[in-house]
């Protein structure tokens, strides 16, 4: 038996001091050392054993965070765990207090390809494994043949129009990590905001859509259509990773900043559908009669064609377990809401009678998390944004 933690971490802006990422924002010495105790602390609390990052702009910042927690981990360790020549040394909960650091674990960065000069940078992401990884994770970004989506005509055979997408707005990475003889893919995401997607026209310096004292209520939902699209059509993108890595036989962990609730349409484009209780009352798709239904044979064919794709939620398996209705990452606009995920296939769920473990407790970390929408809450920039996700998961004996 093995047990292993896997958690998101949306760390918010992680770059070095003195650098602007986006217009006007920079982090002086004395704000980036700040965020760098503050993110050693959080990973010294975890001490996860795979962590997927979101919101990293340099690979050496994520380093230092990295080397901060190690230090402060060997202090804890040297100060909370007893030596061998304590009888009581080899007690159950000195291994719950040891941290087990970062040093021979590894790193995987996907910069982004749309990151440009200070001011105008973009994120990228990471994964980070004590288990190493059975081979170079790949980065999925640039799209090699461009998706073009064919809008569907309603009622007529006229051109309907398309959605092409080319390029995401940030990479996916993708990673296979072998935990106790079982090689697991992971799969991190960070999908479009819903921050409006606005077009400058050329010649210009800003989208007519920015200017807010000629506010444009029409232009600005269209770049919420834009934006909704992108992060859809992103969910499918990713999507389209999990099926090809389930059908190669390899059980699925796929985590990070959806950016939506578990109910909205990219979500569940990313988990897939969930079966029917029946099929067998169903209308056939090639029905002639009214009676023409799927057989209990097919039933059980579509069942488990359904199902063997189909991606469980971490939070929700934990509070349907724990009856727990607390759980959130985010907070905007008096919003509290849980838009980070982690997933997994039917491979980590004792439901299924081939399950080859169990997710057996879900921490989250979200106690820095304020709404600066209310006056009397504290606010603070430096902190990450999103909670801290982390799923406890058992490996069956093999």
């Given at each position: 038996m093995t047990r292993f933690t896997i958690a998101s971490f949306n760390v918010k802006n992680l770059i070095g001091e003195d650098k602007e990422f986006y217009k006007f924002q920079k982090y002086t010495p004395e704000e980036y050392a700040w965020k760098q105790d503050w993110m050693a602390d959080q990973l010294l609390t975890m001490d996860a054993d795979i962590i997927g990052f979101q919101e990293v702009f340099e690979e050496q910042a994520l380093n230092d965070v990295l080397s901060e927690a190690?230090?402060?981990?060997?202090?804890?360790?040297?100060?909370?765990?007893?030596?061998?020549s304590k009888r009581y040394h080899k007690k159950a909960i000195f291994r719950k207090l040891a941290f087990g650091g970062y040093k021979t674990a590894s790193l995987a960065f996907a910069p982004n390809t749309s990151d440009g000069g200070p001011g105008e940078?973009?994120?990228?992401?990471?994964?980070?494994?004590?288990?190493?990884?059975?081979?170079?994770?790949?980065?999925?970004?640039?799209?090699?043949?461009?998706?073009?989506?064919?809008m569907s005509a309603l009622g007529g055979d006229e051109d309907a129009g398309h959605f092409t997408l080319r390029r995401l707005s940030r990479p996916i990475l993708k990673a296979r990590i072998p935990v106790a003889g079982t090689v697991v893919t992971v799969l991190n995401c960070h999908l479009k905001s819903k921050l409006g997607e606005f077009i400058r026209p050329q010649g210009e310096d800003f989208s007519r859509e920015a200017v807010l004292t000629a506010y444009d209520p029409v232009g600005r939902a269209m770049g919420a259509l834009r934006a909704a699209l992108r992060r859809m059509a992103e969910a499918w993108v990713l999507r389209r990773e999990i099926v090809d890595e389930l059908d190669k036989g390899h059980?699925?962990?796929?985590?990070?900043?959806?950016?939506?609730?578990?109910?909205?349409?990219s979500s569940e484009i990313i988990s897939g559908e969930q079966p029917f209780k029946n099929y067998s009352w169903m209308l056939r798709h090639d029905a002639k009669h009214p009676n023409d239904r799927y057989s209990r044979v097919e039933n059980e064919q579509i069942t488990e064609a359904v199902d063997r794709v189909r991606l469980r939620s971490g939070e929700k398996m934990f509070v349907r377990k724990s009856l727990r209705d607390m759980v959130y990452t985010s907070a905007f606009g008096g919003v509290y809401e849980s838009i980070d995920q982690i997933y997994m296939s039917r491979h980590f769920d004792n439901n299924w009678d081939k399950a080859i473990g169990e997710m057996e407790y879900y921490s989250v970390f979200n106690d820095h998390l304020t709404d600066g929408s209310h006056p009397e809450a504290p606010y603070n920039k430096l902190a990450s944004d999103h909670g801290q996700i982390m799923a406890h998961v058992r490996l069956n004996a093999r």
């Amino acid at each position: 038996m093995t047990r292993f933690t896997i958690a998101s971490f949306n760390v918010k802006n992680l770059i070095g001091e003195d650098k602007e990422f986006y217009k006007f924002q920079k982090y002086t010495p004395e704000e980036y050392a700040w965020k760098q105790d503050w993110m050693a602390d959080q990973l010294l609390t975890m001490d996860a054993d795979i962590i997927g990052f979101q919101e990293v702009f340099e690979e050496q910042a994520l380093n230092d965070v990295l080397s901060e927690a190690d230090k402060r981990g060997a202090l804890a360790n040297e100060a909370n765990l007893p030596d061998a020549s304590k009888r009581y040394h080899k007690k159950a909960i000195f291994r719950k207090l040891a941290f087990g650091g970062y040093k021979t674990a590894s790193l995987a960065f996907a910069p982004n390809t749309s990151d440009g000069g200070p001011g105008e940078r973009r994120p990228g992401l990471a994964i980070l494994s004590r288990f190493g990884f059975s081979e170079t994770p790949e980065i999925i970004q640039d799209l090699p043949d461009p998706i073009h989506i064919p809008m569907s005509a309603l009622g007529g055979d006229e051109d309907a129009g398309h959605f092409t997408l080319r390029r995401l707005s940030r990479p996916i990475l993708k990673a296979r990590i072998p935990v106790a003889g079982t090689v697991v893919t992971v799969l991190n995401c960070h999908l479009k905001s819903k921050l409006g997607e606005f077009i400058r026209p050329q010649g210009e310096d800003f989208s007519r859509e920015a200017v807010l004292t000629a506010y444009d209520p029409v232009g600005r939902a269209m770049g919420a259509l834009r934006a909704a699209l992108r992060r859809m059509a992103e969910a499918w993108v990713l999507r389209r990773e999990i099926v090809d890595e389930l059908d190669k036989g390899h059980p699925v962990m796929v985590l990070g900043d959806f950016n939506d609730g578990e109910h909205a349409v990219s979500s569940e484009i990313i988990s897939g559908e969930q079966p029917f209780k029946n099929y067998s009352w169903m209308l056939r798709h090639d029905a002639k009669h009214p009676n023409d239904r799927y057989s209990r044979v097919e039933n059980e064919q579509i069942t488990e064609a359904v199902d063997r794709v189909r991606l469980r939620s971490g939070e929700k398996m934990f509070v349907r377990k724990s009856l727990r209705d607390m759980v959130y990452t985010s907070a905007f606009g008096g919003v509290y809401e849980s838009i980070d995920q982690i997933y997994m296939s039917r491979h980590f769920d004792n439901n299924w009678d081939k399950a080859i473990g169990e997710m057996e407790y879900y921490s989250v970390f979200n106690d820095h998390l304020t709404d600066g929408s209310h006056p009397e809450a504290p606010y603070n920039k430096l902190a990450s944004d999103h909670g801290q996700i982390m799923a406890h998961v058992r490996l069956n004996a093999r």
